[in-house]
């Protein structure tokens, strides 16, 4: 149980187009999910919180308008990166946490996105 | 504003041999602990959740200790094997659920 999903796994763009990311719940309902970038070699960055329902909080220097995120079920949270650049280039991963869980966050497998 | 220390930043070790992951964080207020494990180019996969109130979590061969007051945890994995090669990253949370990760220790196990 406790299974996350992402799509893509991958995304090649160019520069200045925007890329749409998902981030499921399988087999659980969540509230909150959270979204990380990770550059290589480096440890997760929390990027914003996603409260289904309500407006995502996002961490200090994560400009909100370049990073669209929307959390419209209980299971889905998305994460848009608008009008893309080289520096966006990253390992995006998100997190959610269960319903009925201790805060124990149960992450995705992380999509690449590479911005020529 | 919390910080995780993981040491070492890397071992290797040959199979066989057992691990010993540290983790250190400065504000001992936490709610929990997480241990995860990446793999390359991967996400993350949950080893170990020890709540606040708790000393340790055992599954399989992990052991994870937590010492609040101390502000360290500890993974143990016993008789490690090849396929535990991985980043091994100690997260802790406050009750805003947020974590805040160290950097990691790359563990490499020769056959």
């Known amino acids: 149980g406790a299974v996350v999903s992402q799509h893509p796994s991958w995304v090649i763009c160019k520069s200045g187009t925007s890329v749409k990311i998902e981030c499921r719940s399988l087999?659980?309902?969540?509230?909150?999910m959270f979204w990380y970038r990770q550059f290589p070699k480096q440890s997760l960055m929390l990027m914003a919180t996603?409260?289904?329902?309500?407006?995502?909080?996002?961490e200090q220097g994560v400009e909100k308008d370049k990073f669209l995120i929307n959390h419209a079920s209980l299971t889905l949270s998305t994460l848009t990166v608008t009008s893309a650049h080289p520096e966006d280039s990253s390992f995006y991963i998100c997190?959610?946490?269960?319903?009925?869980?201790?805060?124990?966050?149960?992450f995705g497998p992380g999509t690449r996105l590479t911005v020529l | 504003k919390q910080e995780v220390t993981q040491i070492p930043a890397a071992l290797s070790v040959p199979e066989g041999e057992n691990l010993v992951l540290n983790c250190s964080f400065t504000?001992?207020?936490?709610?929990?602990l997480q241990w995860f494990r990446q793999d390359p180019g991967k996400g993350l996969t949950s080893l170990l959740l020890?709540?606040?109130?708790?000393r340790e979590q055992t599954s399989g061969r992990l052991n994870a200790s937590l010492d609040k007051s101390s502000g360290r945890s500890t993974l143990y994995i016993a008789a490690s094997q090849p396929g535990d090669s991985a980043t091994y990253l100690c997260?802790?949370?406050?009750?805003?659920?947020?974590?805040?990760f160290g950097a990691g220790t790359t563990v490499t196990v020769r056959a």
């Open positions: 020890i709540q606040s109130s708790q």
């Open positions: 504000d001992s207020a936490i709610y929990n």
């Open positions: 996603s409260n289904e329902g309500s407006k995502a909080t996002y």
């Open positions: 997190s959610a946490i269960p319903l009925d869980s201790y805060n124990e966050q149960f």
């Open positions: 087999d659980f309902q969540a509230t909150t």
């Open positions: 997260a802790v949370t406050f009750n805003d659920y947020k974590l805040s």
